[in-house]
């Protein structure tokens, strides 16, 4: 288990940018996969994005592809970032980014999980 904190997160308006960054304190197998989640009032949370260790592979729902970037920065602490561009109000949600030793560990929902952070999009 790692702890995970994010930021970036605040209210713009739709067609306008955010960047959500995610800090993983030290460098383990626990961060081998990470991903970004996001839950709406009334709804399940969702995935939006996963990314492996070396940032190879990545993975987006539909509903972002296109308009969401995930990377990584793999230092002392790993650094996971969220690029949303021409944000919609249906991306208002909190996001919450996970990490875990592979993917299924983090689609399950198993791994290490930050506190969320909010994103509000105005139409």
């Known amino acids: 288990q790692v702890q995970l904190v994010e930021s970036g997160g605040g209210l713009v308006q739709a067609g306008g940018s955010l960047r959500l960054s995610c800090a993983a304190s030290?460098?383990?197998?626990?961060?081998?996969?990470m991903g970004w989640f996001r839950q709406a009032p009334g709804k399940e949370r969702e995935i939006v994005a996963r990314i492996s260790w070396d940032g190879g592979i990545t993975y987006y729902a539909d509903s972002v592809k296109g308009r969401f970037t995930i990377s990584r920065v793999n230092a002392k602490n790993t650094v996971v970032y969220l690029q949303m561009n021409s944000l919609k109000p249906e991306d208002t949600a909190v996001y919450y980014c996970?990490?875990?030793?592979?993917?299924?560990?983090?689609?399950?929902?198993?791994?290490?999980w930050g506190q969320g952070t909010q994103v509000t999009v105005s139409s």
């Open positions: 996970s990490a875990g030793v592979d993917f299924s560990t983090v689609l399950r929902g198993l791994g290490s």
């Open positions: 030290g460098r383990s197998t626990s961060t081998n996969a």
